[in-house]
T-cell receptor, first 117, second 116 residues
Framework: NAGVTQTPKFQVLKTGQSMTLQCAQDMNHNSMYWYRQDPGMGLRLIYYSASEGTTDKGEVPNGYNVSRLNKREFSLRLESAAPSQTSVYFC????????????????FGEGSWLTVV | DQQVKQNSPSLSVQEGRISILNCDYTNSMFDYFLWYKKYPAEGPTFLISISSIKDKNEDGRFTVFLNKSAKHLSLHIVPSQPGDSAVYFCAASAGGSGGSNYKLTFGKGTLLTVNP
C-alpha cells in the first residue's frame, strides 16, 4: 500500500523555469492537498481539492496552479519559478483516521525538495 | 496572523519521563485538532486527534488534552522513548473532521529530543 506518492523527490530549477510536481494516492480519498514547509514556518496550505473536479486556494497560492486530473492525481505547477519558491512540498490526501481518531486524517507524502536558483 | 501557535521551538527530556508539548490557537471556529510527528526527510505522520466536544483522547503512550476556554491543547507522551525524538506539529481544522471544507492550519512545530 503506497499511500501518497509524489515526484520528483529532488529538483533544482533556474529562475523563470516551469515545472510540475506530481502526486497520486491509492487510498480512494476524495480530498487532496498541497502544502509547503519552510524553516521556522510550519506547513502552509497552497491549494486543495475537496473532490474530483474542484480546486480551492489555500493560504499561499500565489505563483502556483493545480490540476485535479482524476480522483487519484493532484498536480502542482510552478509556471515561472522564483527563489522564494525554494521549499519542501508535501502532497496529502484525507480519509478515515486510525486508532482512536474520531474523524478524517490527512495523510502526507514523503516530500519534494525544490531549489530555485 | 498565526492562528496556531507552538511557542516552544524545542524540548529536551530524559528517556522514561513525560514529554509535554503545548499548542495555543486563536481561531474560535477550530473544532478538530490533530498532532503530527515528523522525522527529517520524511512526511508528517498522524499521531492523535481530538474533537472539540471532548477534553481528552488517549492512544497508548500518547494523550491529547483540550482546554477550549483557554484555547489550549497539549500532547503528553508517557513514557518518552529515544525514538520519539522528532518535530511535533499541532494542527487545527475549522471544517470539522471531514467534508468539503476540511483543511488543516499548522503550528510551526516543536523539536522534541529524548535523551537515553
Amino acid at each position: 500500500n503506497a499511500g501518497v506518492t509524489q515526484t520528483p523527490k529532488f529538483q533544482v530549477l533556474k529562475t523563470g523555469q516551469s515545472m510540475t510536481l506530481q502526486c497520486a494516492q491509492d487510498m480512494n480519498h476524495n480530498s487532496m492537498y498541497w502544502y509547503r514547509q519552510d524553516p521556522g514556518m510550519g506547513l502552509r496550505l497552497i491549494y486543495y481539492s475537496a473532490s474530483e473536479g474542484t480546486t480551492d486556494k489555500g493560504e499561499v497560492p500565489n505563483g502556483y496552479n493545480v490540476s485535479r486530473l482524476n480522483k487519484r492525481e493532484f498536480s502542482l505547477r510552478l509556471e515561472s519559478a522564483a527563489p522564494s519558491q525554494t521549499s519542501v512540498y508535501f502532497c496529502a490526501s484525507s480519509g478515515p483516521g486510525t486508532g482512536t481518531s474520531s474523524g478524517n486524517t490527512i495523510y502526507f507524502g514523503e516530500g519534494s525538495w525544490l531549489t530555485v536558483v | 496572523d498565526q492562528q496556531v501557535k507552538q511557542n516552544s521551538p524545542s524540548l529536551s527530556v530524559q528517556e522514561g519521563r513525560i514529554s509535554i508539548l503545548n499548542c495555543d490557537y486563536t481561531n474560535s471556529m477550530f473544532d478538530y485538532f490533530l498532532w503530527y510527528k515528523k522525522y527529517p526527510a520524511e512526511g508528517p505522520t498522524f499521531l492523535i486527534s481530538i474533537s472539540s466536544i471532548k477534553d481528552k483522547n488517549e492512544d497508548g503512550r500518547f494523550t491529547v488534552f483540550l482546554n477550549k476556554s483557554a484555547k489550549h491543547l497539549s500532547l503528553h507522551i508517557v513514557p518518552s522513548q529515544p525514538g520519539d525524538s522528532a518535530v511535533y506539529f499541532c494542527a487545527a481544522s475549522a471544517g470539522g473532521s471531514g467534508g468539503s471544507n476540511y483543511k488543516l492550519t499548522f503550528g510551526k512545530g516543536t523539536l522534541l529530543t529524548v535523551n537515553p
